[in-house]
């Protein structure tokens, strides 16, 4: 006991944890929740900690690492290994932040300030944070009039805004290729409308913003997608009844992520909080089981440590029958990801935007035209149910188009026959950095596909430039 | 009182430096014909020697495998050591060297006689072909081919034993009899002739030419299979792969009749916005399937990159094929069933487009084996049961099960040479981990140092306004700036945020590594581009005329030729360039200046295409062509003879 404090004395009041601990979200079990204001309350109900689990994860050898907060969860540890960063609230009024702690314990030190919270943090290299914010209100993470956009977070300097959706953008991680992997809705023109979650991507500064997987699927819920170590991307899926957080394990295939979305486990997962990643091939899961709690069968739960090839979940790894352990990661150092040299130019007003071929596409034009696309329109969000037509842009006879547009603002595409008829329609969902030059092979063009080697005509003649100023205003 | 001496000393002397200073100026405005010129120092115009560069200094040598080749009865492994000047023989029972033998010249391409008796050796160093015993490892006979022989095959017709050999340096290919060992014929191929496959038959043999070509400026490269007729050496076909380039490997399947051809697919006409889903090149195989068409499919995925495909080889039962790929150190394995099942079911359109769809590999790729840095070699055991690489900046070979997929053993033949910079630099060079995903490496558009015959259009401050052609890094020290703008003092400041911020979408390249790299790049000698037989030999006539033209101060009439449009004035020797930047009327619709680095002549002969955009396919179609009103050297009083006379002296440079 005495050697035990003077070593921590010793390492400045700032112990490592111990090889092969676990950082662990807990909520209480039995306790009824009371209204909650956002979606965080929701997840995480007041008396929710982060604690660190030692070796050999008996129920008496938890370390809080969230003291003095009134609730905690969703941590996420640093690559080095010595850090965790979790979302806290620090009171039942304050926002939900995002704070750090040593991971052997200490003092939690909030990181971020962001007017109406953050969440969801996530580490990029060379110790950018990644989180999203604000916190939206419970029960409308994706219906939110301000939704919740990603940002990036350099040690002791501003948040700079990665994202500009229309809708949330969530439960970033980062991918050892550097790019941040995201929760969002599939885009479409009417946010009230039935909306289908998928992945997306984009660099840690904005730029590139891209599918990733499940666009097609019309999946209702995914949440925390993970990269294992295969490379296979994990995350929860659930039907809308299934409303909650929690789900099955479901994984796509980095290797064609559109095609090969199946179930992470051979057997039935369904009741899962989380799944994390282990150097060692393995993935932690936190899955709900029934438990006596006083008189009643209560959900409880626990947390499994699975082989990927594993036919059956086997016995959990720890189970806490007073706590509700819903989200587990392993303290150990690895391999940072890809870092990224960003091209954006700081001030620029606008970015270009090239289209190899407009007419290329995996789906048929709508309309009676079979004609080629003669134009180009390009549209903006500019507000809730908002859009604002920029302007249109000739097409070139190769199908080509270069435009050069405002930045930092969702942006959506038509094109148009030579009557000026709609043949494909792109919701505003993309945008541009400031100085970005984008590109894309087609419009709804195939996933996952190169471009063709061919020179663009577009390209022989100078872009075209469409500002904010228009002001045709369409609801 | 002390201030009148002091002035009686210091005014002349300040008086002189400025005088010198103006004098000096004007020396250099008028020697460079450049009036608007500013400050630039005496050394960079007065270079020194060719012989205190880097490149001209003895360097350290290394146990690198190049070409190898397994005995028929399966025991012996043979093993090309070209910087070392060797063949190496290893025992396959204990996986180590048995023996080892001088063969000067780099040896690098190998092959072996149905029996196992002879063993054949093409030198790319000293362009010629060996023949050596296999009982005591003894040269018997050697014969010249063409400049830089990289491989070699050997098979039987009814004609006699036939040696293939394409010869890199010469765009040409040799076909030898064997007994007695004559050159029979020499055809010209594609562009950089490198690797050389049999058919099962015996009856065709495929040549895969490492560079690409195109027709014109802005049109759609491609890069030709040369198929002969071994027997009479006739050209049967020549087969183009579009888009597609850097073969360095080929194999005849056998059962299925197919041939076999590692490629890089190539996005150069498209402007470099992004890298991600392969927008700048990928990797992949193209499928001859004896029916006329050819199907490029990718060997990467859609976020993961197995760049620079080297050596390919398929399994005696045709079920397999094993692809080196060099940048990624890892052997992608191919099941043909699954590969032939796909492409029977795919339609014409799907097969056509193939190559550039990045989720279609899963479908046929059953595995990735992890190597040691930079394979490029492969053999396989006449029962297939054992897979060879060779781990080139290793100096092993990997051994590895066929059956498993496992590693079950290294042939050990030097120690990597890691303290050595220049190798280390080449292990930076060749590692594709510094880009995005790991999509390409230096070498994917730097083979061997050299160029890769594109021009690229690299992301800038607009979209499509910025194509350039590639330049050779061989024998680049000494001739800073780089890029064709002139804006990169060092190789360091070109090879680090410049290329991480346009090209490798990542971080920089880490200081040492970077240092490293500058090291190796600066290492690399010119191309050498006339035959061994003839280095430092006197220039023919032909050259000789064309060396008078190239220092020429008067046309033939005798009017003076302004100094600044003499060859010699910008392309000033000994490195053949005066670093500065001139306009030579070349801008182009999209450039935004008209003034571009001078570049450097030496191995110019193997630089194509030229100018900064590249549009010149020929040395010739700089002046035929694009030549405009004078401004690139006075070129309008030559006579089609005197321009090919000068032709030919810029190709011994």
């Known amino acids: 006991m005495c050697l035990g404090a003077a070593s921590i004395l010793l390492a400045g009041c700032h112990p490592s944890a111990p090889d092969g601990s676990l950082v662990v979200a807990q909520t209480p079990v039995g306790v009824p929740p009371p209204p909650a204001a956002t979606v965080l309350d929701v997840r995480y109900p007041p008396g929710s900690r982060v604690v660190l689990l030692v070796p050999p994860f008996r129920t008496d050898s938890v370390r809080e690492l969230s003291r003095g907060l009134v609730a905690a969860g969703d941590p996420c540890v640093s690559w080095d290994g010595r850090w965790v960063y979790f979302d806290g609230k620090s009171s039942d009024d304050a926002d939900w932040q995002i704070y750090k702690v040593n991971a052997g314990g200490g003092r939690p030190e909030r990181v971020t300030r962001m007017p109406g919270g953050a969440m969801d943090p996530a580490l990029a290299a060379h110790g950018e944070l990644v989180f999203s914010s604000p916190v939206p209100k419970a029960g409308r993470l994706w219906t939110a009039p301000e939704p919740a956009a990603l940002y990036r977070q350099m040690p002791d300097q501003e948040p700079a805004r990665l994202t500009f959706f229309g809708d949330s953008a969530v439960g970033a991680t980062v991918l050892r290729d550097g790019r941040v992997l995201f929760v969002s ?20 500064d904005g730029t590139e913003m891209t599918a990733y997987a499940c666009q097609e699927d019309g999946v209702d819920f995914i949440q925390r997608p993970r990269e294992l170590a295969d490379g296979r991307i994990a995350f929860l899926a659930a039907r809308t009844e299934e409303l909650g957080p929690m789900g099955r394990v479901e994984c796509v295939r980095p290797a064609a992520p559109f095609a090969t979305r199946s179930s992470l486990f051979a057997f039935r997962s369904a009741g899962c909080r989380s799944v994390e990643p282990t150097a060692g091939g393995d993935v932690l899961a936190c899955v709900e089981t029934s438990g006596w709690v006083g008189r009643s069968m209560t959900p409880i739960a626990a947390i499994y440590r699975v082989a990927a090839d594993a036919a059956a979940i086997g016995a959990p790894l720890f189970n806490d029958p007073l706590w509700n352990s819903i989200e587990a990661t392993l303290v150990a150092a690895r391999d940072e990801p890809a870092g990224h040299t960003s091209a954006v130019v700081p001030g620029a007003p606008y970015g270009t935007l090239l289209c190899l071929d407009v007419n290329y596409s995996s789906e048929p034009a709508t309309g009676p035209s079979p004609a080629p696309a003669t134009k180009l329109r390009v549209f903006a969000s500019v507000g809730p149910g908002q859009q604002r037509t920029l302007g249109e842009v000739p097409v070139a006879s190769d199908g080509s188009v270069i435009v050069q547009l405002p ?46 080697n061919a020179r663009p005509l577009a390209t022989t003649q100078k872009p075209a430039h469409l500002g904010l100023t228009d002001p045709t205003t369409v609801p | 009182m002390k201030l009148k001496p002091f002035i009686l000393v210091t005014t002349p002397l300040i008086l002189a430096g400025v005088g010198a200073a103006t004098g000096v100026s004007v020396h250099e405005r008028r020697m460079s014909g450049l009036p ?67 063969v000067p010249g780099g040896p690098f391409g190998l092959a072996l006689d149905a029996v196992g008796k002879r063993l054949f050796v093409a030198c790319r160093n000293h362009d010629r072909v060996a023949v050596l015993d296999t009982l005591d490892l003894k040269e018997q006979a050697s014969i010249d081919v063409g400049i830089r022989p990289t491989d070699i095959a050997y098979c039987k017709t009814a004609e006699g034993e036939r040696l293939i050999v394409p010869n890199s340096g010469s765009d040409d290919i040799s076909v030898l009899s064997v007994s007695p060992l004559l050159e029979l014929t020499r055809s010209a191929a594609g562009r950089e002739p490198y690797a050389v496959a049999v058919s099962g038959d015996g009856r065709r043999v495929c040549i895969a030419n490492r560079m690409a070509v195109h027709d014109q400026i802005l049109s759609q490269p491609y890069s030709e299979v040369t198929v002969i007729d071994p027997a009479s050496g006739h050209i049967l076909a020549r087969e183009a792969l579009q888009s597609a380039h850097l073969a360095e490997g080929i194999t005849d399947v056998p059962t299925r009749g197919w041939t076999l051809n590692s490629v890089v697919r190539v996005s150069n006409l498209v402007p470099i916005t992004q890298v991600k889903d392969g927008w700048v090149m990928s990797s992949g195989v193209a499928i001859a399937r004896g029916n006329g068409e050819v199907t490029q499919v990718p060997l990467d995925e859609a976020n993961a990159y197995f760049p620079d495909p080297s050596g390919v080889v398929a399994s005696p039962d045709g079920k397999r094929a094993y692809v080196a790929s060099a940048g990624s150190d890892v052997v992608t394995v191919i099941d043909l069933d699954k590969l032939a099942a796909w492409l029977a079911q795919a339609d014409e359109a799907e097969r056509g487009g193939a190559m550039v769809n990045m989720a279609l590999s899963y479908r046929y790729v059953v595995a990735r084996i992890p190597t040691g840095c930079d394979p490029q070699h492969l053999a396989l055991s006449p029962d297939g049961s054992r897979l060879f690489v060779a781990e080139r900046l290793e100096d092993r070979v990997l051994v590895v099960d066929t059956a498993s997929l496992k590693p079950v053993g290294r042939i050990v033949l030097g120690d990597g040479g890691l303290d050595d910079p220049i190798r280390l630099g080449e292990r930076v060079f060749t590692r594709a981990r510094y880009t995005f995903q790991g999509q390409f490496s230096c070498r994917s558009c730097h083979p061997d140092g050299h160029v890769d015959g594109l021009s690229y259009d690299f992301d800038g401050a607009g979209v499509g306004d910025n194509l350039l052609a590639n330049r050779s890094l061989c024998g680049v020290a000494g001739t800073e700036p780089f890029k064709w703008n002139g804006k990169n003092p060092t190789l360091q400041y070109q090879d680090g945020p410049r290329f991480a911020r346009v090209l490798m979408r990542t971080d920089e390249i880490p200081q040492p590594q970077l240092d490293q790299l500058a090291t190796y790049i600066k290492h690399l000698p010119p191309t050498r581009t006339i035959p061994w037989s003839r280095v430092g030999q006197p220039l023919t006539p032909a050259e000789e005329r064309g060396r008078k033209l190239f220092f020429a101060t008067k046309r033939t009439d005798g009017t003076p030729i302004p100094r600044a449009l003499q060859c010699q004035t910008c392309h000033r020797p000994p490195l053949y360039t005066d670093r500065l930047l001139t306009s030579v009327g070349t801008k182009g619709s999209q450039d935004t200046s008209g003034v571009f680095d001078t570049p450097h002549l030496i191995g110019v002969g193997a630089m194509a295409p030229y100018l900064h955009d590249g549009r010149a396919k020929t040395l010739e179609e700089i002046w035929t062509i694009y030549q405009t009103d004078d401004k690139h050297g006075v070129s309008s009083y030559w006579s089609k003879l005197q321009l090919n006379d000068l032709v030919e002296y810029l190709k011994t440079l």
Request: net charge negative; with cysteine.
């Open chain 1, 185 to 204: 809705a599939e885009p479409r023109d009417d946010h009230n409308a039935h909306r289908h979650l998928c992945l997306f991507t984009i660099n840690n």
């Open chain 1, 407 to 452: 930045v930092d603002v969702p942006l959506g595409l038509d094109t148009l026959d030579a009557q000026g008829h709609v043949l494909r329609h792109q919701p505003a969902s993309f945008w541009l950095r400031p100085g970005e030059n984008r590109a894309c092979i087609g419009c709804h063009e195939p996933r996952n596909h190169a471009p063709r």
């Open chain 2, 36 to 102: 608007q010129l500013g400050y630039v120092s005496c050394i960079h115009c007065h270079q020194r020697g060719l012989d205190t560069l880097p490149w001209a200094k003895p360097r350290p040598h290394h146990d690198a495998p190049g070409g190898i080749a397994v005995s028929p009865d399966g025991k012996t492994l043979f093993i090309a050591l070209d910087d070392r000047d060797e063949v190496a023989e290893a025992d396959l029972a204990s996986f180590t060297v048995s023996r080892r033998t001088k």
